[in-house]
């Protein structure tokens, strides 16, 4: 039988290991499983129930790393039993998050915001205002990545509150994702004044990997805003950064939005060259999709130019790749370019062959945009044709989508208006605190649908 001083000496050793292990967690999450391993055999010969949910909580934390989800799963349910036979109200909470992110990371939305809800409610039980604002910001990005773009902000929104009631720093990561949502509701003026608000932080910190993000993103906001000269001059400061750091992931990314940006100026031979280059990144780090998004891209370019051998080319390289990698986005916008190409040869057959498939994912996703250039270009072909009654027909189908698309963005656009007066007028009376978001995310409950995401940062 062991003393209780031995005991402590042994609980002390074990505790320094599990320390190791959390700090690996971080860059070799392998590494940190094999520590972890030697705390199991000393964690079984005595009773010390605290660390065992410890070790199979960070134990979660490196299979989701390595992206074995089902077994962080398993290791974050485990932790969760023993903590609450604990009564460990913080370790509880903890794993809930956890298990919210990794639902996140299966893109199982609605599980994850179930898990991030359950947290929030034991949290406004405790009163415990720190992880009840970075949950908030979680739950903004899972209703980000879900393109609600009404409740991601008022959950944003809503953890800015808690940190300026607690007086505790914003972090950027959370200004950033509230300028890609601006950036996604096409209000480039707000997106890059929440840049810049993330850029002055991470600056301060020398955070070069999401500076570069950062400064990316501005460039983006600007080419979209056709302030190309400000565009090109941000996405080349970014590009600086990113060789600097030798991040390829981030050079391609900003090699390919320069290749749109020249493109947009039809400056076609520096579109094509900067595009080339994003490619050969994308093919050394193996990121099949990126690949296939150039190859679309490159596509597009060489139809504008009328090199329409060219660009059948690309576009079939591209569909083959979506096809393997079942992008249903990209598949669709394949499918559209080679009808614009075909409609170019007159070739109603194939012109139709290939919008009704591109149809028919549209129907299945949903997408009005889509829906109504498909049948724009469907009303078109068929008047070239002189066949007018098909041609009407689809007119009236392309005006019906339109006509939806409007409604939504208008009730998008009203919804955002609301929440930035709201927002905005309690800052100026400094009175956040009495911000009602429970109602205001009730009145914001629907969101419109949209594409393309940038970098977004989850907290752990």
Request: net charge negative; charged share 25%.
């Amino acid at each position: 039988m062991e003393t209780e001083e031995n005991l402590e000496i042994y609980k002390s050793k074990l505790n320094l290991i599990i320390q190791k292990a959390v700090n690996e967690s971080k860059i070799k999450p392998e590494r940190s499983l094999d520590i972890l391993k030697q705390a199991g055999n000393m964690y079984n010969s005595i009773d010390y129930k605290k660390e065992l949910a410890n070790v199979k909580f960070i134990e979660g934390i490196c299979h989701r790393q390595l992206s074995n989800f089902d077994i962080a799963i398993q290791s974050y349910n485990s932790a969760l039993e023993i903590y609450k036979e604990l009564n460990d109200h913080e370790g509880e909470v903890k794993s809930l998050n956890s298990l919210g992110n990794v639902y996140y990371s299966l893109s199982n939305h609605n599980k994850a915001i179930e898990f991030y809800n359950i947290c929030i409610e034991k949290l406004n039980v405790s009163g415990e205002k720190d992880f009840m604002a970075e949950i908030y910001s979680n739950i903004g990005l899972v209703y980000q990545e879900m393109n609600n773009y009404t409740s991601s902000l008022a959950n944003y929104f809503e953890s800015i509150n808690i940190f300026l009631e607690i007086n505790k720093p914003i972090p950027p990561s959370l200004y950033n994702n509230i300028g890609i949502v601006y950036q996604e509701l096409y209000d480039y003026s707000t997106s890059i004044e929440y840049f810049n608000k993330a850029l002055i932080l991470e600056e301060y910190d020398n955070n070069l990997l999401f500076l570069c993000s950062t400064l990316g993103n501005i460039g983006i906001s600007y080419t979209e805003n056709r302030d190309y000269f400000n565009g090109i001059t941000y996405l080349c400061e970014a590009l600086i950064i990113s060789k600097l750091i030798n991040n390829r992931q981030s050079e391609a990314n900003i090699y390919s939005h320069l290749g749109n940006t020249y493109r947009m100026l039809k400056l076609y031979i520096e579109a094509i060259e900067y595009k080339i280059k994003a490619l050969k990144y994308y093919k050394e780090i193996s990121d099949k999709n990126s690949v296939a998004n150039t190859f679309y891209q490159l596509g597009k370019i060489y139809f504008e130019m009328k090199d329409f051998v060219t660009a059948k080319k690309y576009y079939n390289d591209a569909l083959e790749i979506s096809l393997e990698t079942n992008d249903d986005l990209l598949e669709t916008k394949i499918y559209f370019g080679l009808a614009e190409l075909y409609n170019k040869f007159k070739n109603l057959d194939l012109t139709e062959n290939y919008l009704q498939k591109a149809r028919e994912i549209s129907i299945y996703k949903n997408s009005f945009n889509d829906l109504n250039e498909i049948h724009s270009l469907l009303s078109n072909c068929y008047k070239s044709f002189g066949q007018y009654e098909k041609a009407l027909e689809e007119l009236e189908k392309s005006k019906y989508y339109e006509s939806k698309l409007l409604d939504i963005n208008n009730e998008q656009k009203a919804k955002k208006m609301l929440l930035n007066k709201i927002f905005r007028i309690c800052k100026v009376n400094n009175n956040l605190n009495g911000l009602d978001y429970s109602k205001l995310k009730n009145i914001l409950s629907k969101g419109v649908f949209m594409n393309n995401l940038k970098r977004t940062n989850i907290i752990l």
